[in-house]
């Protein structure tokens, strides 16, 4: 019989933990699906751990992990896929605002063969208008960058073991799961699910670490921003072009002497774009430094 892992990365969930192991727990039983449930705590600073450990401790098919400090959702992920062992392993909020019924409709199509089953957000829940705003942004750049739709995309989804065993031998270091997990391929499928309110505890994204996101997976999944220097350096040249003819007819006809302002002008403009430019790539080299020093991904301190 087959197993599937759920993996559930958790920062600071102390209130939501219990409740989303038993209601897992309740459906996947009620289903008969053979499952383990592998809890990733993210380096919470709150009783998470504990809890985690309180849900192993009378069931086996409990496992948890614990990191050194937090590292993040994506590095939650991959460590939990990289614990899981089940034939297939789906990801999954342990907010509970990824319905567990969907993941049984996801199972279900796996069981048909499909190898990797990916949630679609049908509608967003409750959230405020400057979040939707923020995310609504955040997902037309991603899209743009990935030239995959990412507006309705999630984290809720269930991969074959062969596509869990191509994600996790993927090196990159800045990993971001969504993207990824498209990007390899295989036979795919989509479930539709309502996102659910937040039962308990608060999301973990302000608007400020939304924006660092996308431009960190901007950076990390394209090179468009470098291309934008390409552009700005064509539009200074025509310019250039325009103002060197225009200053040279000036220089024969004898009026060399006028022109402080375009030259004011030119240095401000010309100044700031190569600034802006030399931003760019340095943000470029210091994300290819990133990836150079080979650090891990995640730290675990503790097994249960
Ligand atoms: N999460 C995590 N590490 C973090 C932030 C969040 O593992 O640094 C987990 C969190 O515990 C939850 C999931 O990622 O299970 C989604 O987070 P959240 O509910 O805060 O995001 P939202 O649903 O508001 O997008
Ligand atoms: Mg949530």
Redesign the pocket.
Known sequence: MSVLSVV??????EAMLHKAADTLKTVLEGEKIEYELVF?D?GSKDGTWREIEKAAAGDPHVRGIHFSR?F??ES?IFAGLATASGDCTAVM???L?HPPAALVEMYRQWEQGYEVIEGVKRSRGQESILHKASAGLFYKLMSEATKVDMSRAS?FKLLDRKAVTTLLEMPERNAFFRAMSSWIGYRSSTVEFDVQD?EAG????STRSLIQYAITNIVGYSSAPMQLVTGAGLVVLVLAIVLGIQTLIHYFTGHAVEGFTTVILLILLIGSVIMISLGIIGYYISRIYEEVKGRPKYIISRKI
């Open positions: 559930l990365p958790a920062y600071n969930e990733v993210d937090n993040g959702k939650a909020d342990c907010d605002q984290d937040r608060e999301s973990k994204w």
